[in-house]
C-alpha cells in the first residue's frame, strides 16, 4: 500500500507559477511511473504530464507543453509538477497518481492504482 500527499496548491495571478509535491509513503518502489492528472468543474479527468521511473521519459498534454515540467527525486520518494506562465483554463483539482513499471501505459488513467488527495489550483484572470 502506497499513500501519495500533495502540496504546493493555491490561488496565483495568470502568468504566475506554482510547484506541486506530491510524497509517497508506505511501501514505495522506485520502478514507476508516475502521472499528473487534473479535474475542472464539469469536466473528465484529464492526463497532464508523466515520468518514467529513471526520469529520462517524460510527456505531456498539448496545452501545457513549454509550461509545465515534470520531475522525480527517487531518494525523496517525491515527483513535481512545476507550472509557468498559467493560465485561468488550467484552474482544476491536480492530482498526483502512481501507476506500474510499464511506459506505454502511461496516458492511460486505468493504468494507475495510487492516487494523492488533489490539490486546488485556482488562476485568476
Known amino acids: 500500500q502506497v499513500q501519495l500527499v500533495e502540496s504546493g496548491g493555491g490561488l496565483v495571478q495568470a502568468g504566475g507559477s506554482l510547484r506541486l509535491s506530491c510524497a509517497a509513503s508506505?511501501?514505495?518502489?522506485?520502478?514507476?511511473?508516475m502521472g499528473w492528472f487534473r479535474q475542472a468543474p464539469g469536466k473528465e479527468r484529464e492526463f497532464v504530464a508523466a515520468?518514467?521511473?529513471?526520469?529520462?521519459?517524460?510527456d505531456y498534454e498539448d496545452s501545457v507543453k513549454g509550461r509545465f515540467a515534470i520531475s522525480r527525486d527517487n531518494a525523496k520518494s517525491t515527483v513535481y509538477l512545476q507550472m509557468n506562465s498559467l493560465k485561468p483554463e488550467d484552474t482544476a483539482v491536480y492530482y498526483c497518481?502512481?501507476?506500474?513499471?510499464?511506459?506505454?501505459?502511461?496516458?492511460?488513467?486505468?493504468?494507475?492504482?495510487?492516487w494523492g488527495q488533489g490539490a486546488q489550483v485556482t488562476v485568476s484572470s
Open positions: 508506505g511501501r514505495t518502489i522506485s520502478n514507476n511511473v
Open positions: 515520468i518514467n521511473w529513471s526520469g529520462r521519459r517524460t
Open positions: 497518481a502512481r501507476g506500474g513499471d510499464t511506459w506505454s501505459l502511461y496516458r492511460n488513467i486505468n493504468s494507475y492504482k495510487s
